[in-house]
Nanobody, 125 residues
Framework: QVQLVESGGGLVQAGGSLRLSCAAS????????MGWFRQAPGKERDFVGV????????YYADSVKGRFTISRDNAKNTMYLQMNSLKPEDTAVYYC??????????????????WGQGTQVTVSS
């Protein structure tokens, strides 16, 4: 089992950058494929991106490709989401999640076993 805690959210102007962190408890962080999702008010939760167990592979939603970068540091049990060129439509609660990665890439919420509590990102125009 793993517990996940996101941090780094906040208010930023359009065109700006933020880096989110997802800290995991336990000694098995490297056993999980790690993903980011987001949910805007009144909308469904959307897949943002995912990183493989050792960080060698990543996969992104088209809406963030080229602007967002996911990385992980297994020694620190932490995953990151670097968000550049932010747009107002990126405003959402961002969640990190852990998956056993039965297939690649896991893009659906039901493919993830553990979730963080979320962190708010607000992009002003």
């Amino acid at each position: 089992q793993v517990q996940l805690v996101e941090s780094g959210g906040g208010l930023v102007q359009a065109g700006g950058s933020l880096r989110l962190s997802c800290a995991a408890s336990g000694r098995t962080f490297s056993s999980y494929v790690m993903g980011w999702f987001r949910q805007a008010p009144g909308k469904e939760r959307d897949f943002v991106g995912v990183i493989s167990w050792r960080g060698g592979n990543t996969y992104y939603a088209d809406s963030v490709k080229g602007r967002f970068t996911i990385s992980r540091d297994n020694a620190k049990n932490t995953m990151y989401l670097q968000m550049n060129s932010l747009k107002p439509e990126d405003t959402a609660v961002y969640y990190c999640a852990a998956s056993y990665g039965r297939h690649w890439p896991p893009q659906n919420g039901y493919e993830y076993e553990y979730w963080g509590q979320g962190t708010q990102v607000t992009v002003s125009s």
